[in-house]
Nanobody
Framework: QVQLVESGGGLVQAGGSLRLSCAASGRTFSTYTASWFRQAPGKEREFVAE????????KYLDSVKGRFTISRDNAKNTVYLQMNSLKPEDTATYYCAARTYWSSTPYPKEFPFWGQGTQVTVSS
């Protein structure tokens, strides 16, 4: 079992930056693929970024490429999402998720482990 706890959300002006953290429990987390999703009010949960267990592979939602960077520190059992040049449309609750394999299809239903979410609000 893996338990995930997100932190680092908050209120920021457009153009600003935030770094989200996802702290995981469980000795095997370093072998899991980890992802960030987000969900805005009235919208479906949306994939944002994913990183393989080694950190050697990443993928991103097109609209965040060049602005967001996902990384991980397996010694600390933590995954990060550095968000720069934030836009009002990035406003959402951000969730960390984990699964045991890497796939080209990051659908929420494929992730058995989820955090509780952290709110990110970008003002214009």
């Amino acid at each position: 079992q893996v338990q995930l706890v997100e932190s680092g959300g908050g209120l920021v002006q457009a153009g600003g930056s935030l770094r989200l953290s996802c702290a995981a429990s469980g000795r095997t987390f370093s072998t899991y693929t980890a992802s960030w999703f987000r969900q805005a009010p009235g919208k479906e949960r949306e994939f944002v970024a994913e990183i393989s267990w080694s950190g050697g592979n990443t993928k991103y939602l097109d609209s965040v490429k060049g602005r967001f960077t996902i990384s991980r520190d397996n010694a600390k059992n933590t995954v990060y999402l550095q968000m720069n040049s934030l836009k009002p449309e990035d406003t959402a609750t951000y969730y960390c998720a984990a699964r045991t394999y890497w796939s080209s299809t990051p659908y929420p239903k494929e992730f058995p482990f989820w955090g509780q979410g952290t709110q990110v609000t970008v003002s214009s």
